[in-house]
């Protein structure tokens, strides 16, 4: 029976990853003449062989199926493994749970390997296994079984899409055919193209234009896969040596190791100092091995750089992001490839949409992984709506869900956003018209990429005295924006007084507390790759490093970690509010133009007293909110009003009373507080709310309640519940 349909089989019947033991009841099922054939000479029956398996899959005993499959892989001799190769793979390793099972139902485990192997041994090899990256070689077999023959995929045209980086591959190849320290290490950011930069290597060793001989073999060992199953000392170091050794066979060959930094500490047990890096050492010291390399510059510098010998022994080369007409190539190179696998059209306008897309969407991560990603999920999903090109709808809806935010490229939905922002921020923030204008104007002038790219979508500073709105207007703006307040950070700067404060922004360098966690600000860019809006409130209040750190913020765009990663923050809005000029501050001096006697003074100067002025020239706008009227405040009096009746609603809470006296009776003990709207919630809260819910305790039940604000509530400030509805 073929391998894939026994697989699809199992996974049907059982529900679940089909492991070993469900494969051969399934086997067992449709094929018993062949499986009779097999196993009744070697003492067991259909019947019992079924139960036995049964007993094993309805017990959930431990049933990690990869060692066996992995050997029926190995084992199999055209390409791809039968059920006779995993029963094999079973008889070879008797102390499997599924060996353990049968054989304690009675089979013979190592007659019936025999047999098996006797039949193996009949059968001609298939030139297929190329195909799979295995090679016939069987001094070879030990590094397929924790990797894949690349050289062997190579020859089969597995990497012809790739796009040429000649650069790179001469440096690879230069290091490579030296005769002391052969050992590139490719140093780049996740993404930059180092796994693929190593198949294009053994594309064209095997095509013979790069200068290392032809018969040069390739083996990409996995770390994790040599590592994994390994319970006993000494199993890993036997697994590295046997590595070790096949190479050598296998000469001329190469190693390439991606994850590079898990040399250092993979195998080492407590009490036992050696690990993969240092099993390595003598090899790569006296030149037996080559070894290619790859991982991040922060990774090798905190791995493998802090061990001179073991970093000695490599030579770095720099990986870096491709230039925009390199990765251009690239990227229609890997179109190519995928548009045959989905079987659907990828035109060149998708693939330059997909970039500028990326690009705009998704700064953290690197090209061309991030526009090749996005390509292929897109083509899936176009492959699955039965579509026969990839359009910009469906690439828009599957960056949308990558980054957990609906993308229209400015137009419709974005469009009409930006349109109604203006309105929107002025029917939630009272008396602050100018300031919501210079805010909008600054925003829509970024989204339409009118203005410098290295810039944040706007940079602003409120200033002005408490409760005038510049937070809640901050607030509003995210939800203009995106429509919710996920996508919005606020930090009170005011717990950012001491200068050790930062490590909690960026995180804390190494040697200090908490050098293993990212900071706040770090932390969220991390899970916010399409911006949002930071806010920084009441910014005088933070120590001057945070100031210098958010000139990085404030002039390009970028701010660093304590761990050396670079963060973008170009599609965030950045947002500063501080108290530092109040309304007396702005009535002793003239705005404007002045006499020579009076020398017009701009908020700038102000505000000097507090910031740098490198700081503040790096701001869009520095904007004033001005202090409120009393026609302003009863108009958030009656807003805040409205919402509180609005919750009361929501809890089954009905209201009586005169909105204008009730309006009016708040607006008189507004006087003479001096906290701005926060004032005017608190009060509401206070006077209204906190009656309202000492008397719906006094209901008979938990249902509708009905509450009256009548006469008595203006006099004692109490409300009463309507007679029908209590007591």
Known sequence: ????????????????????????MVWAEKEPEELITLIKPHGLDQASFMSALQRLIDERLPDDGRSLITDAILLAKDGQPSVRDLLAAVCAHPEHPVAQTLSGAGLDLAGLGRILADERARQKPSSCLARLGISLDASAAPLLKYGRDLTALASEGCFDGYCDRPEELDAVATVLMRMERANPALIGEAGVGKTALVELLAREVVAGRIGIDPETRIFEISIGKLAAGTRYRGDFEERVEEIVQAVLKSAPAIIFLDEAHLLFGTGRAEGAPMDMSNLLKPFLARGDLRVIAATTADEFTRYIAQDEALARRFEQVRIPEPDPELTIRMVE???DALARHHGIEISED???RAMALTNQHQPQKLQPYKSIDLIDTAAARARR??????????LLQTLAKSIGRAVDELKGGERK???????????????????IEKITSTIVRQRQQLGSAERNQGTFLFVGP???GKTELARQLEMGLYGNLRDLLLMDMGEYAESASINKLIGAPAGLIGSDREGILIRWLQNHPAGGVLIFDEIEKAHSEVHHLLLGILDNGRVHSAHGRTMDCKQCVVILTSNAISTEDLAKVPLGFGTAQQRPVHPADLLTRVFPREFLGRLDEIILFKALGEEEVLKIVHMRLAEAMERLRRRSIRVEYDRERLVNHLNDKLQGLRFGARGIERLIEQTVLGPISLATLRADDEGDVAVVIGDAFYETGEVALRAEDGK
């Open 1 to 24: 029976m073929d391998w894939e349909i026994l697989n699809q089989l199992a996974r049907e019947r059982f529900k679940q990853r089909a492991t070993p033991a469900m494969m051969l």
């Open 333 to 335: 190179a890997r179109a």
């Open 350 to 352: 998708m693939i330059s």
């Open 385 to 394: 709506m039965d579509r026969r090109s990839l359009d910009a709808e469906i």
């Open 417 to 435: 956003v930006l349109r109604d922002l203006g309105g929107f921020l002025k029917s939630h923030i009272v008396g602050q018209e100018e300031a």
């Open 466 to 468: 408490t409760g005038v």
